[in-house]
């Protein structure tokens, strides 16, 4: 990343914003024009080359996507279906082929046969009523199965604006010193993937010295198979806002930003109204309630890609650079967005933040285990008798979650891919020896990630899954370093081959390939793909043999 370009996209701020106006512009017909372009470099001071380099990289904004008019999901959970191709066939009828094209993945594993047109998302049996939909493009937000077993944090029933917000007052007229202790007290640790202890995060930008610093809340949740913070931003929107401004008042930063994935519109839409409520009635903005405490919030409507949900990454995506990922130190809370302190939290750890502040760190740090503290969310695909979403203590044995809230496979599965495309590769063998906590799965040899679960059917090719994989990690992969950029093009092609030229892959050569992924890659995306690879060669060897030498 240029620290020069950060600087001069910050000139302007978040309210005149580099990448917000490229995004308008491919609005038109799916990328920008080159003298628009060149007109963005000029009046931002920065280099042609730079945004083109920006417009080429997201899919919805690059050359490619013009003239796309309607896109088909092609997530994991999705693919593992098997809905997508009578989705493609039924939109043929009405559709070039030139005009469909691919979004990964818009959440809706639940019920899948997903797909996207004009701004609004459908799934399950849309598909059968697609006319309806082309003659009157309509929104549904689809229904699906929303529990918690003990405590309920994040699916606590919604009191109204005025009831929620009543504790606000007085929390902005406490010492923030003390409402950090409480987060301390309370454990609560990152839920976008690596576990961070929020309150260090909290800590170190409160300890920065700038009068400008930023709470950027990640809802850019690329996971396929994972629609939790979906959930939160869709139904619990307002745990998040408010977690974001208490984040605001114990760091003393003053704007909140959300970046939020274009594929998941509805979500956009209701924050966006929620927000205009908030402003109206005098929860955020200058001076909230009389207290000394401004903030305010911009909402960043993100265009297509998946490692815009690395953090640093992400922060270049809004100044509008390419979203190169960043070499750490310096971490963002130390230098982050536009060079300033930034603390980056996902949308369930944001929305944490109410709860364990009126019912106290201590409530917190008592439910779950003993170093994975308070619930988590779990995604349940449509793989399951009742896939859904569940709220469940930290510590949950898999095999409740599985039989007992999912109430059961539909149909024989031999394994479930956990915590997204990064996650570990679970084999039914394993459910018993696993619970719902970062160190039950790492000491397994697994990853909780963000508790997403996509099932692989018994019928489904493991060799045609890991090539997905590779496949995806190509397509997403931000181009910084080779083991990623070029590592993960030659896997897939070896896969591919082995399935269709009667190749055999040397297993010498695929495996040194899967460990300069793993020790040579800059983030967790080249970084972690080798995770599932290698569980599926652990568990799935019979099944896989045949394809290597
Ligand atoms: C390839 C890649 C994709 C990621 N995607 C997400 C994401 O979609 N949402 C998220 O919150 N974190 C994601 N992360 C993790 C973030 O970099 C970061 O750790 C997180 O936003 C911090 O928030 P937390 O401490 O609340 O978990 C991703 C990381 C990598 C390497
Ligand atoms: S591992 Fe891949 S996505 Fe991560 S920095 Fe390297 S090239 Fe970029």
């Not at 519109?265 to 927000?275: C, G, M, S, Y």
Request: with cysteine.
């Amino acid at each position: 990343m240029s620290k020069n370009l950060s600087e001069l996209s910050g000139r302007k701020g978040l309210t005149d914003n580099l990448f917000e106006k490229l995004g308008t512009m491919a609005k038109g017909n799916g990328s920008p024009g080159v003298k628009e372009m060149e007109q963005l470099a000029e009046a931002f001071l920065v280099g042609k080359a730079n945004v083109y380099g920006s417009a080429t990289f997201y899919d919805f904004t690059r050359p490619e996507n013009q003239g796309k008019k309607v896109y088909v999901c092609n997530g994991s959970a999705c693919m593992c279906a098997g809905t997508q191709a009578v989705v493609e066939q039924k939109l043929k009828e009405t559709f070039a082929e030139e005009e469909i094209g691919v979004m990964c993945c818009l959440g809706r594993c639940h019920e899948n046969s997903a797909f996207h047109y004009q701004g609004n998302n459908y799934s399950g049996d849309d598909i059968k009523n697609i006319k309806t939909i082309l003659d009157k493009p309509e929104r549904r937000i689809e229904d699906y199965h929303v529990e918690a077993i003990g405590t309920p944090v994040l699916t606590e029933v919604f009191p109204g604006l005025d009831a929620f917000y009543a504790p606000l007052k007085s929390w902005l007229g406490s010492d923030s010193a003390s409402l950090l202790e409480e987060i301390r007290t309370s454990n609560i640790r990152g839920r976008g993937g690596a576990g961070f202890p929020m309150a260090i995060k909290l800590e170190t930008c409160r300890n920065q010295d700038s009068k400008t610093k930023f709470i950027v809340c990640n809802a850019d949740e690329g996971d396929p198979g994972a629609y939790s913070d979906r959930y939160l931003l869709e139904q619990r929107p307002h745990s998040v806002l408010l977690g974001m401004i208490m984040a605001g008042y114990v760091t003393g930063a003053s704007w909140g930003v959300l970046y939020i994935r274009a594929e998941y519109p509805e979500a956009i839409d209701i924050v966006e109204k929620e927000l205009e409520k908030l402003y109206a009635a005098g929860l955020v903005g200058e001076n909230i309630l009389g207290t000394k405490f401004s903030f305010d919030f911009k909402v960043i409507h993100a265009q297509g890609a998946y490692i815009c949900g690395e953090e640093t990454a992400l922060l270049s995506s809004i100044e509008g650079q390419r979203p190169e990922v960043r070499v750490r130190p310096p971490f963002p809370a130390q230098q982050g967005l536009f060079n300033k302190p930034t603390v980056v939290n996902n949308v369930e750890t944001l929305a944490a933040l109410p709860w364990i502040l009126s019912h106290g760190g201590q409530a917190y740090a008592e439910l779950g285990t003993e170093r994975s503290k308070g619930t988590k969310l779990v995604s349940l695909d449509g793989h399951f008798n009742r896939p859904g979403m569940y709220e469940v203590e930290m510590g949950t044995p898999l095999r409740k979650v599985i039989d007992e809230l999912g109430q059961g496979f539909r149909h024989e599965v031999k394994a479930m891919h956990i915590g997204g495309p990064l996650g570990g590769l679970v084999p039914v063998s394993k459910i018993d020896d696993l619970t719902v906590d970062f160190e039950s799965f790492s000491k397994n040899g697994f990853l909780l990630g963000h508790a997403s679960v996509v099932c692989i059917p018994q019928d489904f090719p493991l060799v045609k899954y890991i090539e997905h994989l590779f496949e995806f990690t190509a397509h997403e992969s931000c181009g910084k370093c080779f083991p990623c950029r070029l590592g993960s093009v030659r896997g897939a092609e070896m896969l591919d081959k082995a399935q269709h030229d009667g190749y055999k892959i040397d297993r010498t050569l695929f495996d040194d390939l899967v460990e300069t992924l793993e020790k040579g890659s800059l983030c967790a995306l080249g970084g972690g793909l080798p995770l599932p690879v290698k569980n599926a060669l652990q568990y799935f060897n019979e099944e896989l043999s045949p394809y290597f030498k």
